[in-house]
């Protein structure tokens, strides 16, 4: 994460937390499709140890606001150390988050 970007980051995340929740209140859904292709993801910039609270912050809020609305979470292309970081994260996450929560490190083309 770029230094003394977290707070727009943050933001950032509500913003889309929210618009998610909208755009699936207004096509009449109960849920969305969460995919995230983590292809490029720098270990140095993305997954360090002051990126984490900010992880954490949009799964608590995530949780806490929008509970079970991506249905499926879909990870793909996921370095090893993504893992790590779900082993932080995990705990927070609901037991049915936690259940639809699919990672892969398969390389799809």
């Not at 499709?33 to 140095?44: H, K, P």
């Not at 995530?62 to 879909?74: M, T, W």
């Not at 793909?76 to 994260?89: A, D, K, M, T």
């Not at 049915?96 to 398969?106: F, G, P």
């Amino acid at each position: 994460m770029i230094a003394g970007k977290r707070e727009m980051m943050a933001r950032y995340a509500a913003y889309y937390q929210e618009t998610m929740f909208q755009l699936t209140l207004q096509l009449n859904q109960t849920n969305y499709i969460f995919l995230m292709d983590s292809n490029g993801l720098n270990t140095r910039q993305h997954i360090c140890l002051t990126c984490l609270p900010f992880y954490l912050d949009f799964v608590i809020s995530y949780e806490n606001n929008y509970p079970n609305l991506a249905r499926p979470i879909i990870v793909v292309n996921s370095p090893r150390i993504f893992e790590g970081v779900l082993q932080i994260v995990r705990p927070v996450l609901s037991p049915s988050t936690r259940e639809t929560l699919k990672v892969s490190d398969m390389k799809y083309s």
